[in-house]
């Protein structure tokens, strides 16, 4: 049976049509006429989803017996609404003995409450229908799916912009790779940021890719909502909170500390290559794990204008002296001048470790930790968010720091009254070591003004060392010179001028950034620092 023919089912048993809007949505098919893969909706308040969800569920349950649905919401009462729903138009048909000797399997349903909304069949015990909730990372739902029961499975996802990115990627999106042809996945939801796995899968069927597909729902298509209503919440609400609820608009949220446009323009297309390149200065930020995060450790190379990240490495699962070993082993194969931990809290003993080992190597690295406090790390993120809105670093397009980058919000206040920096959802320690690798590159650069690292008053620059040659590039040409510095409150690391070299450097640093650009420059540069 054709979705039209569903349509029309609708309009006979329930007397319900769709308005365009919803039309649209549960019409839209790949170009050879199947279904999605993946279908995504963004869609404003008030537009009718949760009726156009019920109606193509218990459409489906009648139509197609083979098939078992999964609804899932970010709360249990989320999935419990459409649950309702969809039992609330079975049960009408079921009652209604012209319509039961049409749908006779529909006899075989039973409907349960306990231990979490269900509709089975009496006759095998096959689930057809569940509705559960996709709290704690979807832990619950792993382990479910089709069986050789059913031939087909289909998850739906009740305003997934607010469901665990985790839970979707871990848990909803493996549960479809045993069923025939994929299955589908159904992410509906208000648009929630420009950030996490609805917006990327959003994007995705906005460009066509694969069988992903996707539409944008405002509520002015659903003709029951009142003009005069959306004219009133566009005069209340600001611009930005009415484009994302009423016309299905993603935008940044009132909290985002890194804009996706500031993020988007220093996006790197080029590879830069798995090893260092003679000439160039590489420096290092490392976020020290706590319990169930990442040890992340950022590499960056200082360029003639800006900090390019190269290397990004995530440790987890590891003791210490593991963990130490393999930093060690990064620091070295870079030849990284300076590194700058997170020695807040846990990070005191394995830095200490890290400053041992970097001893016993002989490493021409220097360590350069940083302590954490309200402030401190204020003025940390800030320096990288004006970084990125300069442009004065460049990334690669690594997902799991872009997501983070995305989620990385204003949450509220602490209890000083100022403003609480974090992840919205999940980790952000690759953020976290992005913004200690740019505080790393301090010293190797004229500021103005002076590093939010340097103490209030004055602080001391370190000579010229002439056994590091070129590629070291400290800005000081001599004797040790003192240099005033602002007040804690105006410093900021991220006013990155062009690096302080002598002319002869300047020169040789040009023409190693030129040549890096290319392959075939990259691979020489790389084999004439393995020479030296």
């Not at 075939?520 to 020479?531: D, Q, S, T, Y």
Request: charged residues 30%; aromatic residues 6%.
């Amino acid at each position: 049976m054709t979705i039209e023919d569903r349509l029309v089912l609708a309009k006979r048993l329930w007397d319900w049509s769709p308005h365009e809007g919803q039309h649209a949505f549960l019409t839209l098919r790949l170009d050879d006429g199947s279904e999605p893969k993946t279908l995504v909706a963004a869609c404003g308040r008030r537009w009718g989803k949760t009726e156009a969800l019920s109606v193509d569920i218990a459409t489906r349950l009648l139509t197609i017996p083979e098939e078992a649905h999964l609804v899932v919401g970010p709360t249990a009462d989320q999935a419990v609404g459409l649950f309702d729903a969809i039992e609330e138009k079975l049960r009408e048909v079921r009652e209604n003995e012209a319509l039961i000797q049409e749908f006779p399997h529909l006899r075989d349903f039973e409907f349960r409450r306990s231990p979490y909304c269900h509709i089975r069949r009496s006759s095998d015990g096959q689930t057809v229908l569940s509705a559960r909730s996709a709290a704690k990372r979807g832990r619950n739902l792993r382990g479910k799916g089709t069986t050789r029961k059913l031939k087909r499975f289909r998850v739906t996802v009740d305003e997934a912009a607010f469901v665990e990115d985790a839970a979707i990627t871990e848990a909803l999106q493996p549960m479809l790779a045993t069923v025939p042809g994929g299955g589908q996945l159904v992410l509906i939801s208000s648009p929630y940021g420009r950030r996490g796995v609805f917006y990327e899968a959003y994007l995705r069927g906005e460009r066509r890719e694969g069988r992903y597909r996707s539409v944008r729902l405002p509520s002015s298509q659903n003709p029951l909502v009142d003009p005069v209503f959306l004219a009133e919440k566009e005069a209340e609400l600001a611009p930005r909170q009415f484009a994302a609820e009423y016309r299905a608009e993603f935008v940044d949220s009132a909290g985002a500390v890194f804009p996706t446009e500031d993020i988007e323009q220093c996006l790197t297309e080029d590879d830069y290559g798995p090893e260092p390149l003679f000439g160039m200065v590489y420096v290092a930020g490392i976020d020290l794990a706590r319990r169930g995060d990442f040890t992340v450790v950022a590499i960056g190379a200082a360029e003639r204008d800006r900090l390019r990240l190269v290397t990004l490495h995530r440790l987890t699962g590891l003791n210490w002296r593991r963990q130490i070993d393999q930093v060690c082993d990064l620091l070295a194969r870079w030849n990284v001048r300076r590194v700058c931990p997170d020695r807040t809290g846990i990070g005191d003993m394995p830095v200490e470790t890290l400053q041992a080992e970097i001893v016993a190597r002989r490493l021409r690295c220097e360590l350069a930790d940083f302590y954490f406090t309200e402030s401190g790390k204020r003025r940390l993120i800030d320096g990288l968010a004006i970084g990125l809105s300069r442009r004065q670093l460049a990334i690669p397009r690594n997902p799991v720091l872009l997501s983070e980058l995305a989620n990385f919000e204003v949450t509220g206040t602490t209890g000083a009254g100022r403003e609480r920096m974090e992840a919205r959802v999940g980790h952000d320690d690759t953020v976290i070591a992005l913004a200690l690798m740019l505080e790393a590159a301090a010293p190797f650069r004229r500021r103005t003004p002076v590093p939010f690292g340097a103490v209030a008053g004055r602080r001391r620059i370190g000579p010229f060392d002439p056994r590091t040659g070129p590629d070291a590039a400290h800005f000081s040409t001599g004797k040790e010179q003192e240099v005033p510095c602002e007040s804690p409150d105006s410093i900021c690391a991220a006013s990155l001028p062009p690096l302080a070299l002598t002319v002869r450097e300047r020169v040789l640093r040009d023409a190693v950034t030129a040549l890096s650009r290319f392959a075939v420059g990259r691979a020489a540069l790389a084999r004439w620092g393995r020479k030296r």
